[in-house]
């Protein structure tokens, strides 16, 4: 992870700028990032336990992928790869929004990212990277948000915003 770089952005999402990773989260800069929901043939979405040891948000649950891109790497291309290094598996995505959101974390770092959204869909199991992912579940999207309501410390900061933005565009089945 370390010396990984990040892409700084503005808030119409031009790139300003790389920073290191650690660096970047600690100081709260706008970054790129994206978020990725692969939805089985009911529509139920695929979810992740982030693994104990990540640097932040260990434990937590959160929607099948996420990530950075590289400098360089266009955003579907690095989703795609994270999809297949954290999940063993990847499937057509299509990037439906962009939400830009600032959340405290824990170990003192501060996500700040500018985030695109992509679905996809997949029928069968995921074989996870166990480094990444400690457990995997399929929930309906209802489900989801009614958990997240009543217990939103077991999720990551960006799950709610970013299903709350596809729920909206009715973009998930309820």
Not at 20 to 26: F, I
Request: hydrophobic fraction near 35%; aromatic fraction near 8%.
């Amino acid at each position: 992870m370390t010396g990984e770089l990040l892409v700084l952005v503005d808030e119409q999402d031009h790139e300003v700028g790389t920073g290191e990773k650690m660096a970047v989260h600690r100081a709260g800069k706008l970054h790129r990032a994206f978020s990725v929901f692969v939805t089985d043939p009911a529509g139920r979405i695929l979810l992740q336990r982030r693994a104990g040891a990540k640097y932040h948000s260990g434990g937590k649950w959160s929607n099948t992928c996420c990530g950075h891109p590289r400098p360089g790497e266009p955003v579907l291309a690095a989703a795609h790869r994270r999809l297949d290094e954290e999940m063993g598996f990847d499937c057509p995505l299509r990037e439906e929004f962009i939400f830009i959101y600032r959340a405290d974390l824990d170990h003192d770092l501060v996500e700040h990212e500018l985030d695109h959204v992509f679905v996809g869909s997949f029928d069968g199991d995921p074989i996870p990277d166990p480094a990444e992912v400690s457990e995997w579940r399929v929930v309906s999207p209802s489900g989801l948000a009614e958990d997240l309501g009543r217990h939103p410390e077991r999720y990551t900061a960006w799950l709610k915003p970013a299903l709350n933005g596809l729920m909206d565009r009715k973009l998930l089945k309820r």
